[in-house]
């Protein structure tokens, strides 16, 4: 069966980095666009990046654009995000989803990421 796995959360001061990893197993990974999407404290949910199947393409959203950055590994079936010049409002639990179409319909259990000095 399909299944996401995140990994590289942590706890980090302001202004630090950290890189998430994402394992896809249970289907064709580079077959699928994916995405990076996150959940701070009493919020909803909040798309962050995306990356086509063969990295041919990326797109952030406003706020973590310039500072994050999507890639790939098809042949691990890995999707990373490095994440740098981190804020406290980039604090959230941190969620691998693949693309199915219109909505992701798999997605990882997320991993947390805490900004605080």
């Known amino acids: 069966q399909v299944q996401l796995v995140e990994s590289g959360g942590g706890l980090v001061q302001p ?3 950290l890189r998430l ?3 896809g197993n249970g ?3 580079g077959h699928y666009e994916m995405h990076w999407v996150r959940q701070a404290p009493g919020k909803g949910l909040e798309w962050v990046a995306l990356i086509n199947s063969r990295s041919e393409f ?12 999507i890639s790939r590994n098809n042949g691990d079936n890995m999707v990373y995000l490095q994440m740098n010049s981190l804020k406290a409002e980039d604090t959230a639990v941190y969620f691998c989803c693949r693309d199915g179409g219109f909505y992701c319909d798999y997605w990882g259990s997320g991993t947390q990421v805490t900004v605080a000095s």
């Open 15 to 17: 202004g630090g980095s």
């Open 21 to 23: 990893s994402c394992a």
């Open 27 to 29: 289907f064709t990974f």
């Open 58 to 69: 990326t797109s952030y959203g406003g706020s973590v654009k310039g500072r994050f950055s």
